[in-house]
């Protein structure tokens, strides 16, 4: 049987969309390679979000033509749309795909390199270019958490952003074809469903008639046999009262987390980012949500050494961050990316100084992560089991509100408790770690 290996760079989105790929090459016959041996045919997935991901994009598919000599290479993602020629310019690329009918893409060069029957393109999510909605997602983890893409693209021009001009506009998938993947998701046993987007909280305004994101999320919630469902990212001024309402009112079926971006703690800042929204909005938003959920698990990105950010417009973005009720941080360093209109702009921030920054912010992370777990310890939490033993000999496991736990499993082999929802009592809290123990 011929093998395959998709190797998946950048955000969720893009595991979602290499979900979609993974089933088509799984539809032609071919087997996942889990181990290190040589694949017939190799899939990279890149991302274009900073100069560091092409760089790595174009590492990890010189590595991969290293371990896979003989494989048929395909280079597909944001870094292929944005940038083709850079990638087909690489030696041992034979392929590159961007983003437009990505999925039968692959899927046809993959049939053509091995002298196999194609199948028809699939195009039932149109302009969203992957039919992640009706293909079944691979089983990473062992069907424990499945990632579904709901909405593609994004009408926001914030001035550092290329995404917007590799995916296009925003474009959601219509509602009863995310709910039949639920359905179809819960009933090949996974436990947690993702929603996934480049602008989530844009979900349904396209679509006639349009429809809002709570509406979606009540309708999924109502889906027989989901063990939970997560919101991952969502602009600020996407968290609407509803949703807000939803989290609250849905206990542990509708994760309590959110990752809400801010980018920066400084107006000033956010007005050259072209943000559609000030600190004064955004402390809104988050104090809301923890108001009305006090347990939500909220993180933010954030981007350090805009161009022209000054010491203390940094110093502003820390405090606004160390007064905030957010509990991680993903931390990026700015990078200019052409064609937008922050490339352009002067003053750029040295790069030892970015890196001085971002170091700082990362820390300031770390203890606000650290805080917010001590406040877990002795108490209880619903936790997904994943399939996974940690070196320690404990279960790794997901909470509901964002903790990554190791679990004590107690007298039971640790397998017994994959992929099911547990409620575990929080025993301990420290550096990166927290630990638990399974409830008789």
């Known amino acids: 049987m011929p093998t395959y290996r998709i190797v998946t760079l950048g955000c969720k989105l893009n595991q979602a969309d290499s979900s979609t790929l993974e089933a088509r090459l799984r539809g032609l016959g071919l087997r996942r390679l889990s181990d290190s041996g040589e ?33 048929t290479l395909i280079a597909t993602g944001c870094y292929a749309e944005r940038e083709p020629a850079a990638l087909a310019g690489l030696p041992g690329i034979d392929h590159v795909v961007g983003m437009r009918d990505q999925a039968s ?12 029957p194609g199948t028809p393109p699939r195009d039932s999510l149109g302009a969203l270019g992957a039919t992640g909605a009706c293909d079944p997602p691979f089983e990473e983890g062992g069907r424990t958490r499945a990632y579904l893409k709901v909405q593609d693209g994004c009408d926001l021009r914030c001035s550092y952003c290329i995404i917007p001009a590799v995916r296009g506009d925003s474009r959601s998938v219509p509602p009863g074809e995310v709910i039949r993947e639920i359905e179809r998701l819960a009933d090949a046993g996974y ?11 844009d979900y349904g305004r396209d679509l006639d008639p349009p429809i809002r994101l709570h509406d979606l999320i009540e309708r999924a919630l109502a889906v027989p046999g989901l063990g939970r469902l997560r919101l991952n990212s969502l602009e600020p001024k996407t968290v609407t009262s509803e949703v807000q309402a939803l989290l609250a009112r849905s206990g542990a079926r509708l994760a309590r987390h959110l990752q809400v971006p801010i980018q920066s703690g400084c107006d000033a800042v956010l007005a050259r980012m072209r943000r559609p929204y000030r600190t004064a909005d955004y402390a809104r938003v988050v104090l809301g949500l923890r108001q009305a959920v006090p347990d939500i698990g909220l993180g933010a990105d954030v981007i350090v050494g805009f161009p022209g950010e000054t010491d203390a ?18 931390v990026f360093s700015y990078s200019a990316r052409p064609g937008t209109h922050a490339a352009g702009l002067p003053d750029p921030v040295p790069p030892a100084v970015i890196k ?3 170091a700082r912010l990362r820390a300031l992370g770390q203890e606000l992560s650290l805080q917010f777990r001590r406040g877990f310890v002795d108490r209880d939490l619903s936790v997904l089991a994943l399939r996974e033993i940690r070196p320690d000999g404990r279960l790794r496991a997901l909470s509901d509100n964002f903790i990554d736990l190791g679990i004590d499993p107690g007298d039971r082999p640790a397998g017994d408790y994959f992929n099911r929802l547990l409620t575990v009592r929080v025993t301990a809290a420290s550096g990166e770690d927290t630990l638990a123990r399974t409830l008789a």
């Open 39 to 71: 694949a017939d045919i190799v899939v990279l997935n890149t991302c274009t979000v900073t100069g560091g991901a092409d760089r790595e994009a174009r590492q990890i598919a010189r590595r991969l033509r290293r371990l896979n000599p003989r494989a």
């Open 105 to 116: 893409r692959v899927e046809s060069l993959a049939a053509m390199a091995l002298g196999l």
């Open 191 to 201: 436990r947690e469903i993702v929603f996934t987007g480049v602008n989530t909280g």
């Open 313 to 330: 417009e940094f110093e502003t973005t820390r405090q606004f961050i160390e007064a905030s009720p957010l509990n991680y941080l993903h």
């Open 356 to 358: 001085e920054r971002s």
